[in-house]
């Protein structure tokens, strides 16, 4: 009898933790990169291509935000990320991330404007990275906030720059703090150095395609692209120097070494390495009620790998990864966890999708 | 199998190899030059170690050195027979600009510099001239024999 009570129980477990169901919220996106839920249940979704989108009530509206900034669009480069300001319910304030300039002559660059229901206006320069860079590559430009206020953002190395990303006095290859306004907090960890750009918060980095700040303790986690392997999962420490091109578990995409060395005095190593690369995009730190197993989890979307990889935290360290939805073969650029406790995904192709990820089962 | 023919099936592969291994060593020590430039220090055996370990890229720069050459050489051969002049240098000059030329096609396509080692200006006149000595090696390995060196024969 304790014997079926155990096989009833175990057989309840099974059904409460069933393979997750993938719904389709929206396609027809022309490489989707950000999504941001906003309060009224609203969604704005970034296309690479240059456009704000919005969906609302589960259907994509046909005509995108109006007055988005105009976007440097090709290679790595477009629109970007999408973060609402965290008074939004009362400025209605939004920030956008995108590559601005010309092939020959660009940056990441970040605007905030107020944003209606329909358009945006009192659009403003914040920030933008220099020096200007040649090529379309590695503009990072993932943004979150701190819970002081200020905004994060991170910056590419612009790929044949790779040595930019050890100087101080070079926004590339860079987290960068300012403050909502775009002035540079008095306690940035350079700010008093002259021989440093005071908007840099920590440098050594390649092309960081994510970045959050756990609401739990305030750290923050970061991750970003490696060469051939090397790809990095940090926890980014204001000052610090994370160690690119110096340090690396990855190769060039000749097969020849970036570098001797894996480790290096003064460097801080990652807390996972990817090698072979699954190419990180978005991130999110799952604290939704749908899926109470995942609680304190870590999602991290891949392009390469075209999975979700779920990061088994405990208390802060890492004691297990699984690969999931690799059986859609997509390449995912982004991952969030929305208000009503789902996974959002971004998909990564001409026909972008956002699939809204849910238990197969009702929750007993 | 005619002489010439059996010379070039020799002289070519040669050439290309020296090419592509001093290529590799080129760009590893402009790599290395970035890092020290940095204030990392690197011994010795850290360099020979690399230079080693780059050597496999060797995969796809013996290709890429072949390709640009099957270009660049009839081309050559083409000005010498046209203009005249020193084979030699006809050929060395054709190694040379043909393996620049492939890495500046490569990185106006695809954005980047395709060898980390090229990205610098002086990086890549080191390419060139990693080809020009490939592309003497392979004109003096092919050259005709004077009239008096056959009869010496």
Not at chain 1, 5 to 30: K, M, N, S, W
Not at chain 1, 145 to 154: A, C, E, I, V
Not at chain 1, 335 to 358: E, F, N
Request: include cysteine; proline fraction near 6%.
């Amino acid at each position: 009898m304790r014997s079926l009570a155990l096989l009833l129980i175990l057989l309840l477990v099974h059904v409460a933790q069933a393979a997750p169901r993938v719904e389709t919220i929206a396609d027809g996106l022309e490489f989707p990169w950000s999504i941001a839920f906003l309060p009224d249940g609203a969604m704005l979704v970034t296309e690479r291509s240059g456009r704000l989108r919005i969906v609302r009530d589960g259907k994509l509206l046909p005509d995108a935000v109006a007055g988005v900034p105009e976007v440097l669009v090709g290679g790595q480069g477009g629109l970007l990320d999408v973060v609402l300001d965290p008074a939004f319910a009362e400025n209605q304030t939004i920030y956008l991330s995108f590559s601005f300039g010309t092939t020959a002559r660009n940056a990441t660059r970040v605007v905030s404007a107020r944003f209606d229901g329909t358009s945006l206006s009192d659009l403003r320069v914040l920030f933008t990275a220099s020096p200007f860079k040649k090529g379309m590559g590695h503009f990072g430009g993932r943004m979150a906030f701190l819970p002081d206020g200020t905004l994060l953002l991170t910056t590419g190395e612009g790929f044949d720059y790779r040595e930019s990303a050890q100087s101080l006095g070079s926004h590339l290859g860079k987290t960068i703090r300012i403050n909502p306004d775009g002035s540079v907090p008095l306690d940035n960890p350079f700010f008093s150095d002259d021989r440093a750009l005071p908007e840099i918060f920590s440098y050594g980095h390649r092309n960081p395609q994510a970045i959050l700040v756990s609401p739990a303790d305030g750290s923050i986690l970061q991750h970003e692209h490696g060469p051939r392997g090397g790809d990095e999962l940090n926890r980014i420490v204001a000052g610090r120097n994370y160690g690119w091109p110096v340090v690396t578990y990855g190769r060039d995409y000749s097969g020849a070494r970036i570098s001797p060395f894996e480790t290096y005095p003064g460097m801080e190593p990652p807390l996972l390495h990817w090698t072979p690369s699954i190419a990180p995009a978005g991130m999110t730190l799952y604290d939704g009620a749908l899926f109470p197993e995942w609680r304190g989890d870590l999602f991290v979307a891949a392009l390469a790998e075209r999975s979700i990889r779920r990061i088994d935290l405990d208390n802060g360290t890492i004691v297990g990864q699984e690969v999931l939805f690799d059986d859609l073969g997509e390449r995912m650029r982004d991952v969030r966890t929305g208000p009503d406790g789902a996974l959002y995904v971004l998909t990564d192709s001409t026909d972008g999708r956002i699939l809204r990820i849910v238990p197969e089962t009702p929750r007993p | 199998m005619r002489t010439s023919t059996k010379k070039h099936l020799v002289a070519f592969p040669a050439a290309v190899i020296l090419t592509a291994v001093l290529a590799s060593l080129c760009s590893t020590q402009f790599v290395l030059a970035e890092l020290t430039a940095l204030g990392i220090e690197i011994s010795v055996s850290a360099r020979i170690a690399m230079c080693f370990e780059d050597l496999g890229i060797l995969r796809s720069l013996l290709p890429a050195v072949a390709a640009c050459w099957l270009v660049g050489f009839p081309v050559a051969h083409a000005l010498e027979a046209r203009i005249g002049g020193n084979r030699n240098a006809w050929f060395a000059a054709a190694g040379g600009a043909a393996l620049v030329g492939e890495l500046l096609i490569m990185q106006a396509v695809l954005g980047v510099t395709a060898i980390a080692g090229a990205r610098s200006l002086p990086g890549l006149l080191c390419q060139g001239v990693a080809g020009a000595l490939g592309g003497y090696l392979f004109a003096r390995m092919t050259r005709v024999p004077r009239p008096e060196e056959d009869l010496d024969a």
